[in-house]
């Protein structure tokens, strides 16, 4: 018995003199916010024929919301303008004149997926070296009330529609792209053919348009390819024309957390100096690239990999604790190329698609209370319940290959009662495996390989 005792007091002594995470579970810093929102909708399968379907493992992560951009990667006819409303010469108040029959099915299945819409009005990328619908639209006005039909349909019933009460509509997408070298003076914007003045004012009256009628959803964009500079002069031109901006919508692609981390503060100070102190700030297109010529090929393999899903829960806690409102993970359209999610042969889910995962089991908990770490490298988000629950995601990332070795440290639950706990760790030879992990005295010691992350929650 006396070596039992001697046995566990030296267990306590190592784990002492470990470094450490520190959770105070009667901090309450606030809400768990909307970090594990997605790019568009499950795999619908068909049974009478060879297609699959990620539908169940879609439904399972709890996916709060899906932008539909870049929708046709599924269907043909989906989402975009020029789908909807194909003749734009004709009669925008007749019913007639709009094809919904794909686009209705492709939201079914989103919303049946327990998912919210994210509607993005415009067009999907075109990267093709000619260009059709990625132009201004020769009436802006007209444009607007085609929007408002579309609105109409989804939430109001219109034309054989819907009430869905779909509350974001976002303006287009990425119209600074290719803006600064000039390509869409050459019609080879691959998004908006037309100067950065023709955008703002596009926007506006379109804008203000649809606040008239629809009060209460919330419109905004413009979804920025992330060319600070001209998100700078189309939020000070909003400003200038008191333009209501719901939401600001910006894009990052990156490798290392800390470029999102820091772009984030600089998109809230930019919105606040512009007396846009209210309007949320979303980033809705992110994933982890290291380079976009040399680098891009090993950069698609590394999404879908333990290093894009240690990537991925490191952006979604570093924004938790920044100013973003939201994030919407691009791409979850199981053929595309930024698709980490799920594999495009199988639709199963890779080892990103569990830091959405846990991501919702902190969501559900509901509160964040605060961390305190000592550890390099090592991000940590934890939440409580009402009823005692916690629930702890840690992620180890760095994008330093030569940091090779295992870290070792102490997860202290402070102020918490432990009778239940149970781990999933995601690395690269686990996928979200259960793992057994002991409190002892509230402390429990945590091992985590370099690009990794474990969720760990504990009951009372």
């Known amino acids: 018995m006396k070596k039992i005792i001697f046995t566990i007091a030296l267990c306590l002594i190592s784990i002492s003199a470990l470094g450490g995470v520190l959770v105070k579970t009667s901090e309450i810093i606030g809400p768990i916010k909307v970090m594990n929102a997605?790019?568009?909708?499950?795999?619908?399968?068909?049974?009478?024929?060879?297609?699959?379907?990620?539908?169940?493992?879609?439904?399972?992560?709890?996916?709060?919301?899906?932008?539909?951009?870049?929708?046709?990667?599924?269907?043909?006819?989906?989402?975009?303008?020029?789908h909807i409303f194909p003749d734009f010469d004709a009669d925008e108040n007749d019913p007639k004149s709009y094809d919904f029959k794909l686009t209705d099915r492709y939201l079914k299945g989103i919303i049946d997926a327990g998912t919210q819409v994210f509607f993005r009005?415009?067009?999907?990328i075109e990267n093709d070296p000619v260009k059709y619908y990625v132009f201004p639209p020769k009436d802006y006005k007209k444009w607007a009330r085609i929007c408002e039909h579309i609105i109409r349909h989804y939430n109001e019933g219109w034309n054989e529609g819907f009430h869905w009460d779909i509350k974001y509509w976002e303006i287009w997408n990425e119209a600074d792209l290719g803006h600064a070298d000039g390509r869409w003076k050459e019609n080879m914007s691959p998004m908006w053919n037309g100067s950065d003045q023709q955008f703002f004012e596009f926007h506006k009256v379109v804008t203000k348009h649809l606040k008239s009628k629809f009060p209460d959803i919330k419109v905004g964009g413009p979804a920025s390819s992330g060319d600070e500079e001209w998100c700078a002069r189309?939020?000070?031109?909003?400003?200038?024309?008191?333009?209501?901006?719901?939401?600001?919508?910006?894009?990052?692609y990156a490798y290392r957390t800390k470029d999102i981390d820091d772009m984030q503060f600089r998109m809230r100070k930019l919105l606040d100096d512009n007396g846009f102190n209210e309007t949320e700030s979303i980033l809705n297109e992110w994933n982890y690239i290291i380079g976009w010529n040399q680098d891009y090929e090993v950069s698609l393999k590394e999404i879908k990999s333990e290093i894009g899903a240690a990537f991925t829960a490191s952006v979604l806690q570093v924004c938790q604790d920044g100013p973003t409102d939201m994030l919407m993970y691009y791409d979850a359209r199981p053929r595309t190329v930024f698709n980490g999610l799920f594999d495009h042969r199988t639709q199963h889910p890779l080892p990103p698609y569990y830091a959405l995962y846990a991501w919702s089991h902190l969501a559900e908990l509901g509160t964040q209370v605060k961390v305190e770490s000592t550890e390099e490298d090592i991000y940590v988000t934890s939440a409580c319940s009402d009823t005692g629950r916690t629930g702890t995601l840690i992620t180890y990332y760095s994008h330093d290959r030569n940091k090779v070795s295992p870290k070792k440290f102490v997860l202290k639950l402070q102020d918490c009662k432990i009778s239940e706990s149970v781990s999933h760790l995601t690395d690269f030879t686990h996928l979200y495996t259960e793992r057994p992990i002991e409190f002892i005295n509230g402390e429990a010691e945590v091992w985590l390989q370099p690009n990794s992350f474990i969720y760990i929650e504990t009951r009372p």
């Open 121 to 124: 009005l415009g067009q999907t």
């Open 234 to 252: 189309f939020v000070a031109y909003m400003a200038k024309h008191k333009v209501p901006l719901d939401f600001f919508s910006w894009h990052r």
């Open 38 to 82: 997605v790019n568009n909708g499950p795999q619908i399968g068909n049974p009478h024929d060879q297609t699959s379907t990620n539908f169940f493992d879609y439904k399972a992560a709890r996916f709060p919301y899906a932008r539909t951009h870049d929708s046709p990667g599924f269907w043909d006819h989906t989402v975009d303008i020029n």
